[in-house]
């Protein structure tokens, strides 16, 4: 089992003398294993999911609930970070969300220009993309030129606004509703709804 | 899913992240990490009985101005669990300690 714990890269040679604390756990675990409580690998799993775990798309629930349901999409639109803690969504850390809506007219899409503020409560883990200098820096140069990047192919007409996330501001897009799913329900409408789309780098589309 | 159980975690009890990724400071932070979410998981605690005894430990806890956040967090972390674990009769602080001091001085050197 050792050969699948990658944390040990000194492949159980302790070159140096564990802390107290590196102790303490190690005891407990190994107490763990003789009982059958756990097992090294199930606890490397643990890790490893957690470590990917992009997080659940909390933002598409609210999504899908505000192009159902007209009064709930006013107030996701008032405060954001109200109407998503009424879905259950919380987690936020002192950031206050605010959602933009995409329409006809206008076309929202999200960077950080300093660092990488992203609401991870509400849109599970960034994408690398967002992490990097060139996304962050020619977003706001030439948000088009990005969004054809993307993909999003936007008429001329359609105003772009590119939204600046703080330490005290998160933003999350509210996409213009797919034409076709007039009859879906809020669940199959929320699994339309991507990570890119909520950070206003994708449209939402049904499946062909 | 997943995380669910992190999300129930809020306020002091959150566990450290930066931009939504988990922090470990050291391999032990996400070996306690490990131990305890696969354990709720196996069903052998109810994440909510482990979740009350984090917020009672960090409560507890005294500030450590030497100790990073995550270093701090997951000491907190690890009390919690052997608290809970303790209690449940699953272990004995004697043998934690027992074993702990052999780990330390090297006469227990199992690698897992």
Known sequence: MSDTHDHDHDGGHHPRPLSPIEARVRAVESLLLEKGLVSSDAIDRVVSAYEKDIGPLNGARAVARAWRDPQFKKRLLDDATAALRELGIGGLQGEHMIAVENTSKVHNVVVCTLCSCYPWPVLGLPPAWYKSAPYRSRMVKEPRAVLDEFGVKLDPSVEVRVWDSSAEIRYMVLPIRPKGGEGFGEEELAKLVTRDSMIGVATVALPR | ?112
């Open chain 2, 1 to 112: 899913m997943a995380d669910s159980k992190l999300d129930r975690l809020t306020g002091a009890a959150a566990v450290p992240r930066k931009n939504g990724e988990l922090v470990f400071d050291a391999p032990w932070q996400s070996r306690a990490f490990g131990l305890a979410v696969g354990l709720a998981e196996r069903g052998v605690f109810d994440w909510e009985e482990f979740r009350s005894r984090l917020i009672a430990a960090v409560r507890e806890s005294g500030a450590d101005p030497g100790a990073s956040p995550a270093t701090l967090y997951y000491q907190q972390w690890l009390s919690a669990l052997e608290a809970l674990l303790c209690e449940k009769g699953l272990l004995e602080a004697r043998d934690v300690a027992t074993r702990a001091s052999q780990f330390a001085s090297g006469e227990r050197d199992e690698a897992f």
